[in-house]
């Protein structure tokens, strides 16, 4: 229990740290308000659930072993959410109240989680931690995988809330909207071009 615990209050603090996928939520939550906001947080927490079933495979290992040819996936994931950025900044003030499709906003999120290896090989280090040796790995890894995932859930939609709430504050001012989400989006793009293997 005491490691469930642990994981528990860092997986919080990593939580609160905004990478790629918080940016993006952010930024949907910025425009598309809260309900959009979650429709990408559930995008994501499944690209998570999908590289913790990798770490469960040993996938993982495979993949470090790999990680330069495997360089492309984090740079196809910087192109497209530089990509998504600038075409937010450069949109229309009228385009501001056009709510995109759901699965179009679920798939986006799910997309960008999946597509930072550099997540995959933290998860792959970060996880093990917390199952205790003498017990069955492969049960208790599933256990702490299904903790990290519920609580990183909670916790971007409660980014995605306060990302909401501003949402209202920036409505009538649409161009600002459009320039703070591209601008969201491009840095988590940056972010994610500069993160270490």
Same mark, same amino acid.
């Given at each position: 229990?005491?490691r469930?615990?642990a994981l528990?209050?860092a997986?919080?603090?990593?939580?609160?740290i905004?990478?790629?996928?918080?940016?993006?939520?952010?930024?949907?939550s910025?425009?598309?308000?809260?309900?959009n906001?979650a429709?990408?947080?559930?995008?994501?927490t499944?690209?998570? !659930?999908?590289?913790? #079933?990798?770490v469960?495979? &040993?996938v993982?290992?495979? /993949?470090?072993?790999?990680? =330069?040819a %495997?360089?492309?996936i984090?740079?196809?994931?910087?192109?497209?959410?530089?990509?998504?950025?600038?075409?937010t900044?450069?949109?229309?003030?009228?385009d501001?109240?056009r709510?995109?499709a759901?699965?179009?906003m679920f798939?986006?999120?799910?997309?960008v989680a999946?597509?930072?290896?550099?997540?995959?090989?933290f998860?792959?280090?970060?996880?093990p931690?917390?199952v205790?040796?003498?017990g069955? !790995?492969?049960?208790? #890894?599933?256990?702490v995988? &299904?903790v990290?995932?519920s /609580?990183l859930?909670?916790a =971007?939609? %409660?980014?995605?809330?306060?990302a909401?709430?501003a949402?209202?504050l920036?409505a009538?001012?649409?161009?600002?909207?459009?320039?703070?989400?591209g601008?969201?989006?491009?840095?988590a793009?940056?972010?994610?071009?500069l993160?270490r293997q």
């Open positions: 229990m005491d469930l615990i528990g209050a997986t919080l603090v990593l939580a609160a905004p990478g790629p996928n918080v940016a993006l939520i952010v930024a949907s910025i425009r598309y308000g809260f309900r906001g429709l990408t947080v559930l995008g994501t499944l690209g998570v !659930a999908i590289q913790l #079933l990798f469960l495979l &040993g993982a290992t495979l /993949i470090e072993v790999t990680a =330069d %495997l360089n492309w984090r740079w196809a994931g910087v192109i497209y959410l530089f990509w998504l950025g600038i075409r900044w450069r949109e229309p003030v009228a501001l109240g709510v995109m759901a699965p179009a798939w986006r999120g799910c997309m999946m597509l930072n290896p550099k997540t995959l090989l998860n792959a280090a970060f996880l931690q917390f205790a040796p003498d069955d !790995a492969h049960a208790e #890894l599933l256990v995988a &299904g990290f995932v /609580i859930l909670c =971007d939609l %409660l980014w995605a809330a306060l909401g709430s949402q209202k920036l009538r001012q649409s161009a600002a909207s459009n320039k703070i989400t601008g969201m989006l491009v840095l793009s940056i972010g994610l071009a993160a």
